[in-house]
């Protein structure tokens, strides 16, 4: 079940990659996050709102678990998803999607340097092979539209920030579900920490105001979605991390790129080329998350 919950917070993240390509080219992404942000906090306390109608368990506090969702918060979601979208911007969706997914190279460490979480010999191997393949289904020189120097600098630097924060994010993430089985309302927590750091950043509201009210519906509605998808994301990686181990729940949640690609394909009309190479990639993806289900 833990592979099942990772996939379907792989496909979520996938999603709002997508839908950010098009979110920032209508609404610039310093008004847009705030609207992700308040989606992060708003659409989680409703899905826990329903969960604790229905649940049979009590609902309980713990401090511990909520300040760990909270840093993770700060680190992942405000840090993390942030730089994730200037990363879209200024690379693209299939480039963002390749730095999202070596976010576990961070998150393998830092499960082993928090949570004390140790991979077998099987285990290391699988993932070096999902990372093989991942490293395959990498656009090819000429493939996609060249960056400057410059731009390329950038992009690289917001890459790696966004892989980091994701990477550790998720590990702390992990570390409050051990302690507090609440992925709903950690959401909620993360989030709220997040927009928190966001607001105490922010300099010129004046800017963002005239662009909240200078965005048009679909813009809104396209930032809306982004939020949806990355809690919904959250939730679903919070769950399968507590039946599955840490960095092999963040390894199956970053191949983004298995997705990514052939969508990238059908909407942009082939500017993105899916060839043997990116088949091949998926493929070895696809069987290295077989054989860890399988296991």
Excluded at 48 to 56: C, D, G, T
Excluded at 123 to 146: C, D, K, N, Y
């Amino acid at each position: 079940m833990g592979i099942t919950y990772a996939l379907l917070a792989m496909l979520c993240f996938a999603t709002n990659i997508m839908i950010t390509r098009y979110a920032v080219a209508r609404l610039p992404v310093e008004a847009g996050f705030f609207i992700v942000l308040a989606t992060n906090v708003l659409f989680p306390a409703a899905l826990f709102a329903a969960e604790l109608a229905v649940r049979a368990a009590p609902y309980a506090w713990n401090w511990k678990g909520a300040g760990l969702f909270a840093i993770g918060g700060v680190i992942g979601t405000f840090l993390g998803r942030r730089f994730l979208f200037d990363a879209v911007r200024i690379l693209g969706p299939s480039r963002a999607s390749v730095f999202h997914s070596t976010a576990p190279a961070f998150a393998l460490v830092a499960a082993w340097l928090l949570a004390d979480e140790v991979l077998g010999a099987y285990e290391i191997a699988l993932m070096a092979l999902v990372w093989f393949g991942l490293w395959l289904t990498q656009p090819r020189a000429g493939s996609v539209q060249a960056l400057s120097p410059e731009m390329l600098r950038k992009g690289m630097l917001v890459g790696l920030l966004t892989v980091a924060g994701f990477g550790f994010g998720n590990v702390l993430r992990g570390l409050a579900m051990r302690v507090w089985d609440e992925a709903a309302l950690g959401t909620v927590v993360a989030s709220l920490a997040a927009l928190a750091c966001q607001f105490v950043v922010t300099r010129d509201w004046a800017g963002i105001a005239a662009q909240l009210r200078a965005a048009d519906r679909k813009a809104v509605l396209l930032y809306t979605g982004c939020g949806v998808f990355t809690s919904l994301g959250s939730i679903f990686i919070s769950l399968a991390m507590t039946r599955l181990e840490i960095a092999l729940a963040v390894l199956v949640v970053h191949t983004t790129p298995v997705v990514i690609f052939p969508v990238s394909v059908w909407l942009l009309k082939n500017r993105e080329a899916l060839n043997a190479r990116t088949v091949l990639g998926a493929a070895l993806v696809l069987a290295g998350i077989a054989f860890l289900a399988w296991r």
